[in-house]
């Protein structure tokens, strides 16, 4: 009798470990996929500013993560002293390259993309990274199944469907090449950023693991703008749309992805990225007049098959 109910708490046990490993899987592709419906919207905005031709790219990026700087040390200021650690020496080096790749590198490489290829490109290739994603990963020993591969090719298919019509349709020339190169150079300098940051989300936290990373980078571009003596040209109409750029796509979606990098591996996490440009094209349809075509259709359907088994647990 004494072995049988044992037996059944184990398994009671065995079943609420399980149960809330999958609550956390769902909040963890929850965050992912609120933090890439954001990031739809990045290269929108910044496509729009920098076409007027006042503002340098760099001085947007920096003024994007030095809003999204001092909004996390307010936040920092505010929350229990229990969410800072002191960071260890042997880790300064390991968060000087995420900012460099992730901050200064896919922010820098982003941006000055939008000034040679539309807004559309960009998003499509910075978010193929989910592609370098799994790459990297698989050398750093997270597993990759054929199931996750199948879904992540019909993901990135999808999303030439929505954007491309089905096919590429790329011009060659020199400008458009060039940016072209810069987009992908972005989204792997991003791919880079959340495998090498799984460690330290895994040792401090999202918020404080990214929070960290962003304030780096933001001295970085500091440092960067003023020794190229980057002027910065602002309206009134670009401040409202660079404090939007720094806080909701930037703080807020960055903190996100970490924190649901800290809940699902980044395999499984990236795909979630193709969401953005699906939401970039809804975005054109009801602000731009854009049409709702039957390439968006289909490419709906192969984004969310993609997304689901690249995202689902076998």
Excluded at 160 to 165: A, E, M, P, R, V
Excluded at 182 to 203: D, H, N, P, Q
Excluded at 231 to 247: D, K, V
Excluded at 290 to 310: D, H, K, N, Q
Aim: with cysteine; charged share 10%; aromatic share 14%.
């Amino acid at each position: 009798m004494g072995k049988l109910s044992w037996s059944r708490r184990a398994r009671g046990l065995l079943a609420s470990c399980r149960s809330q490993t999958e609550a956390n899987q769902a909040k963890g592709i929850s965050y992912g996929a609120v933090a890439a419906l954001l990031w739809s919207t990045v290269f929108v905005v910044a496509r729009f500013i920098l076409r007027q031709g006042e503002v340098h790219p760099l001085a947007l990026v920096f003024l994007r993560f030095f809003i999204a700087s001092i909004f996390l040390v307010f936040l920092a200021l505010i929350l229990p002293k229990s969410h800072l650690k002191r960071i260890q020496r042997a880790d300064l080096g390991r968060f000087l390259l995420l900012s460099l790749v992730g901050i200064v590198g896919m922010g820098s490489l982003g941006f000055l993309a939008t000034k040679f290829v539309s807004a559309i490109d960009v998003t499509l290739l910075v978010n193929a990274n989910p592609i370098f994603i799994a790459l990297l990963a698989s050398f750093l020993g997270e597993k990759i199944t054929t199931r996750k591969v199948i879904g992540i090719i019909l993901g990135f298919w999808g999303c030439f469907w929505i954007l491309k019509g089905g096919l590429p349709q790329w011009s060659l020339g020199e400008r458009a090449l060039l940016g072209h190169i810069l987009a992908i150079s972005s989204g792997f300098c991003w791919a880079l950023y959340t495998v090498m940051g799984k460690e330290m989300v895994r040792k401090y936290g999202g918020f404080y693991a990214n929070g960290l990373a962003i304030i780096m980078g933001t001295a970085i571009l500091f440092l960067l703008v003023l020794s190229l003596r980057i002027p910065f040209n602002l309206t009134s109409q670009h401040f409202g749309l660079i404090l939007y750029l720094g806080l909701l796509p930037t703080a807020v979606a960055f903190g996100l992805w970490y924190k649901a990098l800290g809940q699902i591996g980044a395999v499984r996490l990236g795909p979630l990225q193709y969401l953005a440009p699906v939401a970039s094209a809804l975005q054109a349809y009801f602000f731009l007049g854009e049409a709702i075509t039957i390439a968006y259709l289909i490419g709906l359907g192969l984004v969310f098959l993609g997304i689901y088994w690249a995202t689902g647990s076998r």
